[in-house]
Structures are given as C-alpha cells and as structure tokens.
C-alpha cells in the first residue's frame, strides 16, 4: 500500500511546534480575529494540515458514535494523556482527532491554540500512525458516503474494508437496498466464525474508467440505498453499524491484478476467503 506521507508531513511538522519556542508561543496566541503576524509560513503550512486532515478522510463524521460505542471521556479526549491514548485502538483515535477537529467550529482557534500549541494532535497522530491496520490511513465507510468519494482518487487500485478493534461483528436480514438479494444472516455468521482472519472483511478491485473514486463511490451509495450497481462484497451492508466499519486503499496500475493476488495471499494463509468475498 502507499506509503504514509501525508501522516508522516502532518507529523514533521507538529515535531517542529513541539521543538521550537518561538513556534508554540506563536501557537499559544494564535486567535482567529487577529492577524497572527510573524509566522505566514506556518499558518499556511496549518492551513494546509487541516484541508488535508480533512481530505484523506481523519475528520470522521461519525466520530460522535464512536466517543458513545466505546464511552470514551470528553475529558480524556481533551487531553489525551499518554498513559490512557495507549489503549485506544484506530477507530477511537480517529474520533479523538475529529473531536478536536470540530470543537474549532465551536471554540474558534482552539485546534490551533490548544490542540497543536499543547502537542495533544501531535500524540494522536503518532498513535494513529502506530496502531493503523495497514500502511495506508484507513477511514470510515459512513464518511466515504459522506463525502461523495470526492478526494478519492480516479486511479486503478484496490481496497479493504476492515473492522475496528473492539466493534462486535453482528449479521442482519434487515433490508438496507431495494435491489439487493439477502444472504442468511445464520451463514454468514457461521462463515465469518470459520475466517481465521477476522480483521479483513472485504477485499475489491477499482479498474473502470474513473478508478477507485467511481467504484468507491457506487459501493457506497448501494450500501445506503441510493444505486444498484455494486452488487460485489455486498455482505458488508448486512453487518450492523456498517458504517463505523473501516476502508483502506492501494493505488496501482491493474487492480483486478491486484486483487487476484490479495485473495490468494489471504486464502493460503486463512483457507477460505474474506467474508464478503466469495471467490478469487
């Protein structure tokens, strides 16, 4: 998968908050009804950050579920104290960075002047880089949907869809899409007990036209009801509370390729295949 360069730019740069005086101070008076002078390379290089943070998918939308599924502390979260961020697996991580993301919408500067200038988002991006389930920032099916697929790019390449550490898996007959045939929740729980890997829950393929973003797209907007052309790994939407489940994505040059070589990797070493996969 690609490598982490946003998260490892995001990092770099809080490093050097964290390190300079001058920097942190600057930080500390940051307010959004001045002009902050003296550091227009920062802020700019913030300013970028946060479009960024947003683009690739760390502002959950759904986090707020998140900080009630695994009731996490609103004062823990604030500040993310070492010893307690080293039991919080991605997807609590990544509620914990979208809680601080959008108390800036309410608290005008405080992703700046508290957040960053106190190095809270400096500790939970290294986490988040630490107990990420791939080598590529993994984000949550609900904010995919949320977001059109609209920063996903239109390359070939293939995607997980993963379940969070600590989320139970449930299967349901509950109709989710109008055109989909169900599948019997009892198989399905009895095929997933029979996955020895039970972290992968899906593994497709992107090679259309428009690439990942297109069938990303229609994968998302068939889970919630709203097309009827993905029809591939549809066992996902009969999961409970599928949107809080995760996906990740590899760019590459043939996806079906790709993909061919992943599920045979995951069978030789499970001996079947991922649950809503059904064939190689």
Known sequence: MAEFSFL??????????????????????????????????????????????????????????????????????????PVWLETQPYLCVLACIAWHFRRDHFCEGALINQSIADGIMLRLLRRLKLVCPTSSLATT?????????????????VYWVLRPVGMPIR??????????????????????LNCENQEVLYIGKADGKKGLRQRLKQYMNYGWNNATNHKGGRAIWQIEDAGLLLLAYEECEDGRIREKQLLADYKAKNGSYPIANWRG
């Open 141 to 157: 099916l609900q904010t995919l949907y949320r977001s059109e697929c609209e920063n996903i790019p239109e390359t070939s390449g």
């Open 8 to 81: 490892d730019w995001a990092i770099d740069l809080l490093e050097q908050i964290e390190n300079s005086q001058e920097k942190k101070a600057w930080c500390h008076h940051y307010s959004v009804y001045s002009s902050n002078p003296g550091q227009e390379e920062l802020l700019h290089d913030l300013n970028v950050f946060v479009d960024r943070a947003y683009e690739k998918g760390l502002v959950i939308s759904n986090y707020q579920e998140v900080i009630r599924r695994w009731q996490l502390e609103e004062r823990s979260i604030a500040d993310a104290d």
């Open 171 to 192: 299967f349901t007959e509950q109709i989710y899409n109008r055109s989909a045939s169900l599948y019997s929740a009892e198989m399905l729980s009895s095929k997933y």
